[in-house]
């Protein structure tokens, strides 16, 4: 999953995850990241998963998108990559991952081997007999 931090701009202090792919940034109401800051565009950037690895950033024709403070059309996106729309800053992050609770498995392992031992303790006794 994919993170976006908003560093500057109306929204800062703002995180986004995207949870699904192509992700659309601009000043649009039905952008899936909806900025109303000075010199964002409608439809300013798309973000695009490319299998099997690639997140590509591609920008609307005449939108101006700086990448590491280097102006781009399009890029390939890295953890901690910094963006540019217009007055916005974006940092761009790997979201952190959320792992399920082992709970139920870790207890039905603990009493299988305590049943295991059980077993064989009993068999141990049974056969010294």
Not at 23 to 39: T, V, Y
Not at 78 to 103: E, I, M
Request: hydrophobic share 45%; no cysteine; aromatic share 6%.
């Amino acid at each position: 999953m994919v993170q976006l931090s908003i560093l500057s701009g109306k929204m800062a202090g703002r995180q986004t995850r995207v949870r699904r792919f192509p992700f659309s940034i601009g000043r649009a109401a039905d952008s899936d990241l909806p900025l109303d800051d000075d010199g964002v565009w409608e439809r300013h950037l798309t973000l695009e998963f490319q299998p099997p690895d690639k997140i590509v950033m591609q920008t609307a024709a005449g939108a101006l998108v700086t990448l590491n403070q280097a102006p781009t059309l399009e890029g390939t996106l890295r953890n901690g990559d910094l963006l540019t729309l217009g007055s916005v800053r974006l940092q761009f992050w790997l979201a952190p991952t959320r792992q399920r609770s082992l709970k139920l498995r870790e207890s039905l392992v603990w009493t299988l081997l305590a049943v295991v031992t059980l077993t064989q303790l009993g068999l141990i006794y049974w056969l010294s007999r």
